[in-house]
């Protein structure tokens, strides 16, 4: 197996590609253990800074000024992925899309407002109040059980 590591400034991300002449076990752990490393963390940005997040620290993924902000107990950061990629990237046990603009990660609701007709209130731990669109109450309601 060979390996090449090519740095060029064009590239906005990085970008790995395998080639073979067919697929096997050694690829498939490969592409696992490189798989489960993005999954495990997301690139935020605040100003000039750039910070690595621990996918369990983090709170809910949000829409805002045509911004995706990733959003922990302590801040806030900017992502430069669409909330597609990142709802791709995580465990649907852990965290789901309420709404078209916003992925919660259900260890951090603090209660539900069952009061609202058609929706669903949640208070988050770190204070915030979000509302589940209609469109995605009953995912949402199945993955909490009720």
């Known amino acids: 197996m060979k390996v090449e590591v090519i740095i060029d400034e064009e590239y906005k991300e990085t ?11 050694d690829i498939e ?3 696992k253990s490189l798989n489960s490393i993005n999954n495990n963390i997301f690139i935020g940005f605040d ?3 750039v910070y690595i997040i621990a996918v ?14 990733i959003e922990d107990l302590k801040k806030s950061y ?4 669409r909330l597609y990629e990142i709802y791709s990237r995580l465990d649907k046990r852990n965290f789901i899309q309420i709404s078209r603009s916003e ?8 209660k539900l407002d069952l009061s609202f007709k058609g929706t ?7 204070g915030e109040t979000t509302y589940v669109s209609r469109r995605n109450l009953k995912e949402f309601k199945n993955l909490l059980g009720f």
């Open 15 to 25: 970008i790995i590609k395998i080639f073979a002449n067919s697929y096997s076990k």
């Open 29 to 31: 752990n490969l592409e």
């Open 47 to 49: 100003d000039e800074d």
């Open 56 to 69: 369990k620290d983090i709170v809910r993924f949000y829409t805002e000024n045509n911004d995706i902000i």
């Open 78 to 81: 900017k992502s430069r992925l």
């Open 103 to 110: 992925i919660i990660n259900i260890s951090f609701i603090k």
């Open 120 to 126: 669903i209130a949640v208070e988050l731990k770190n």
